[in-house]
């Protein structure tokens, strides 16, 4: 008797667990799997403003900020199972409040932000990278 209890308790808990599992997966997936958004994505594109504005206010002290980002577009994109960390590559042209537009280089990876559950953001501005962090022209983030 005890034997066929087990089973019966097992088969109930697989049956519940098969059925929660499909009716919660959906609004869990959000907190399982990382944000991996696309480089025209509004909360990307203000994150480099936002950063971008904050050092030349604090560090550089030039006397013009980022006004606005424009023509985004995808170069690659590495999102393979096999991939630990997912990666989007992008580039656009940034408008400048002195009247240039340089060329923005900046990379997209998902799960890198607080507590992996958000993205993070890499960019470079052709000929704005003082501390060379980049290298030349970009080239590590002009891929």
Not at 39 to 55: D, M, P, S, Y
Not at 70 to 93: F, G, K
Not at 123 to 141: A, M, P, Q, V
Request: aromatic share 14%; net charge positive.
């Amino acid at each position: 008797m005890f034997q066929s209890l087990a089973q019966v308790v097992a088969a109930l808990f697989i049956a519940m667990s098969a059925l929660i599992g499909t009716a919660f997966a959906g609004p869990l997936d959000k907190f399982v799997q990382p944000a991996f958004p696309q480089c025209h994505n509004v909360k990307v594109l203000g994150k480099i403003v936002e950063r971008f504005n904050w050092a030349e206010e604090n560090t550089w002290k030039r006397g013009f900020f980022l006004q606005d980002i424009e023509r985004v577009r995808e170069r690659v994109v590495q999102n393979h199972p096999d991939r630990l960390i997912p990666r989007r590559y992008c580039r656009a042209h940034a408008r400048l409040t002195n009247g240039r537009h340089p060329t923005l280089f900046f990379l997209i990876e998902g799960g890198q932000g607080f507590a992996g559950n958000s993205f993070n953001v890499e960019f470079c501005l052709n000929g704005y990278d003082r501390w060379n962090e980049y290298n030349g022209s970009c080239r590590t983030l002009n891929y």
